[in-house]
């Protein structure tokens, strides 16, 4: 850009002559072209255009002027370009043919915006695909794990390990805390109530059983699927761009063995025990308010909770840890392996990982909660 | 052979510098590793010019630096006349509209299609009207002898070839006076090679380009460029014709012309040049 350059202007100095003078380049020329001067010329007769105050001329500048003589000519007379620098002249010409070609074979016109009735049709169709491939995704993984159970020797124990640090140890703290503080939510939105009708003891009961049937276990998969899941879609994404998963496939190795099976047999056995974590913390905060709130000391407190919490309470939540496990592995592998292209899809596809597996972890929750009532646990 | 044209395009006002890159005393490290140790190189208007040397010798290093992407640890850059040292911003800004880049895997992004991409420097720096840029980046692509379905495509959809003319074809936009060319002809069949180095040429005939080429290609080497740098030790072994560089006794020119690959180049250009000898006689 030179800011010294004069923009680009169109004088007429008596009728039936232009004079052309100014930068006609990208930054010199604002908008559709320079301003025409009025009146316009007249339409017949013979049109001389002064080319010798043009001071530069790149290929948008050439673009403007010749669309800009085009018209001229369109509208009838003969128009002649006098005194244009010789240096410009290949430029000129160059976008002379170029709008010669456009004009003999016009850009095809963009694909139609689809109209609603297509686009739901399309993306029901697409959205069919993609279950249909999850399911072959869950059979292969399913595959490879019945070959490495029949085969313990090939279990890969370092990936499991690390996996298990990763998902596991290294979530307690925010595991923890956030359970705590709804532990802590629960008793507080609680005491009100509780309190109208002198029932304060009652708090345990209600700690204990939301915690350890409904919150912990969801809280945690949730949690859970926002860090690890996210972690597996990108990770497994950014390798199948470098082709990475395509270099194992050709050097016969099975990827959903080496990339998959490993962190969901880590998720699946670390879970549960964030589950329990979460329990502990998440009574231990419902605790605190209940003495704070509600008077109700911690040896009563413990003493209601060991009456109105059976074992079956925290089992029923400890069972739904694997399942939820199981979604959030599969779920971010298998978008991680659907990524296609560029950076792009990878965020894409982390972003697609996230929601999905939360999805269906509510999903799963509302189904476990519908069984549990029919089976009176 | 030099080629000293006038450009075509742009700024008669200017007055012609004889350098469009001065470099000189330039050093680079890494820690303890010294990648350039007293860098002397000028690149002259309208030239094509070559940086060759093996795999770590500092070549995209040197890039980096003349492109605003990396700072020498001493020595001075001038680029289109401008000290590279102690930039300011706008000058920066303004420096960057007059060169245009093309990445060794295109560098187009991702998230917007091959026409967004060669028309977004004109919609970011200019005041055209969006037609305009539309028609333009559509004749850019055209330049590259890219058909026009291409421009509604994405990065992703596109084969190598048609990545590298994409990428050069949005380098152009903004009607350049230098180019930078990162391995150009690198993962291309020969055809496209070939075709590449002959767009190259068309396009200095047409905008009155100077161009820096980083390759390994041999064949770009002896048909495309007018002077060839060899890097090597950190330092400009030669600069010369590629013709004359095949004399030099110098070693570490030497391994570029010592090779089968070498010289069947070479056997290709004394090729070429009979035919060429031929044709005009007849």
């Not at chain 1, 232009?18 to 013979?46: C, D, K, N």
């Not at chain 1, 020797?153 to 705590?180: H, K, Y």
């Not at chain 1, 592998?333 to 990878?346: E, H, I, M, N």
């Not at chain 2, 009155?208 to 060899?230: K, M």
Request: glycine share 10%; with cysteine; proline share 6%.
């Amino acid at each position: 850009m030179r800011p010294n350059l004069p923009i680009a202007k169109i004088a007429q100095p008596q009728p039936g002559e232009l004079a052309l003078s100014g930068a006609w380049t990208a930054f010199g020329i604002v908008g559709s072209e320079p301003p025409l001067p009025t009146p316009l010329p007249a339409a017949a007769g013979a049109l001389r255009i002064d080319a010798v105050g043009i001071a530069g001329l790149d290929s948008a500048g050439a673009w403007v002027l010749e669309t800009f003589l085009d018209r001229l000519r369109a509208a009838g007379g003969s128009v002649e370009i006098h005194d244009l620098r010789p240096e410009f002249g290949r430029l000129l010409d160059s976008a002379r043919q170029r709008l010669e070609v456009s004009a003999a074979n016009p850009t095809p016109p963009a694909a139609p915006v689809l109209s609603p009735a297509a686009a739901v049709g399309q993306g029901s169709v697409a959205a069919l695909e993609q279950g249909r491939a999850l399911l072959a995704f869950v059979g292969e993984t399913a595959l490879a794990l019945a070959a490495c159970l029949a085969h313990p020797g090939r279990i890969r124990w370092r990936p499991i390990l690390f996996n298990i640090r990763s998902a596991g140890v290294d979530a307690l703290p925010i595991v923890g805390l956030l359970s705590f503080l709804l532990g802590i939510v629960v008793a507080y939105q609680g005491a009100d109530q509780l309190r109208q009708y002198g029932a304060n003891i009652f708090v345990a009961d209600l700690v204990g059983l939301s915690m350890l049937r409904e919150f912990a276990p969801l809280m945690t998969a949730i949690i859970i699927a926002g860090r690890s899941g996210s972690a597996y879609a990108a990770q497994i994404g950014s390798m199948a761009v470098s082709e990475e998963i395509d270099a194992m496939r050709t050097l016969g190795l099975v990827p959903q063995e080496i990339l998959v099976l490993p962190k969901l047999l880590a998720l699946v056995l670390v879970l549960p025990l964030l589950t329990v974590f979460a329990d502990v913390l998440g009574v231990l905060g419902g605790m605190l308010m209940a003495h704070a709130r509600l008077d109700v000391g911690y040896a009563e407190f413990l003493e209601r909770f060991l009456k109105a919490v059976s074992l079956t309470a925290l089992l029923t939540g400890l069972g739904k840890a694997p399942v939820f496990a199981m979604i959030i592995v599969v779920i971010g592998c298998f978008q991680g392996f659907r990524t296609v292209g560029g950076a792009d899809s990878v965020g894409r596809q982390t972003t697609r990982s996230v929601v999905h597996s939360i999805f269906l972890v509510i999903v799963a929750d509302a189904l476990f909660s519908v069984a549990f009532s029919a089976l009176d646990l | 052979m030099p080629c000293f044209q006038l450009p075509s395009v742009h700024w008669i006002f200017e007055v012609e510098a004889p350098a469009v890159i001065e470099i000189s005393g330039l050093t680079t490290r890494f820690g303890e590793h010294v990648v350039h140790a007293g860098i002397e190189l000028a690149v002259r208007r309208g030239e094509i010019f070559a940086l060759v040397g093996g795999s770590g010798s500092g070549k995209s290093t040197l890039l980096r630096e003349m492109i605003l992407l990396q700072q020498p640890d001493a020595g001075t850059i001038k680029v289109l006349g401008v000290s590279l040292e102690n930039i300011s911003d706008p000058e920066a800004l303004a420096l960057r509209r007059r060169w245009g880049v093309m990445f060794q895997h295109g560098g187009l992004f991702g998230a917007l299609t091959v026409s967004e991409n060669i028309g977004l420097p004109l919609r970011e720096h200019s005041r055209l009207a969006d037609h305009l840029i539309d028609e333009i980046a559509a004749w850019k692509l055209a330049m590259t002898g890219l058909p026009p379905e291409v421009g509604r495509m994405y990065p992703a959809e596109l084969s190598g070839g048609m990545l590298k003319r994409a990428s050069l074809a949005r380098a152009l936009a903004l009607d350049p006076e230098l180019l930078f060319l990162d391995e150009p002809t690198a993962g291309l069949d020969p055809q496209s090679a070939d075709e590449v180095d002959q767009l190259v040429l068309e396009l200095r005939e047409l905008f009155g380009l100077s161009v820096v080429i980083i390759t390994h290609d041999l064949d770009l080497l002896w048909q495309v460029a007018d002077r060839v740098g060899v890097l090597g030790s950190g330092r400009v072994q030669g600069i010369a014709a590629m013709s004359e560089l095949a004399d030099s006794t110098n070693p570490e020119i030497r391994k570029y012309f010592d090779g089968p690959r070498g010289r069947a180049a070479q056997a290709q250009d004394v090729r070429l040049a009979e035919a060429g000898a031929a044709w005009k006689t007849r």
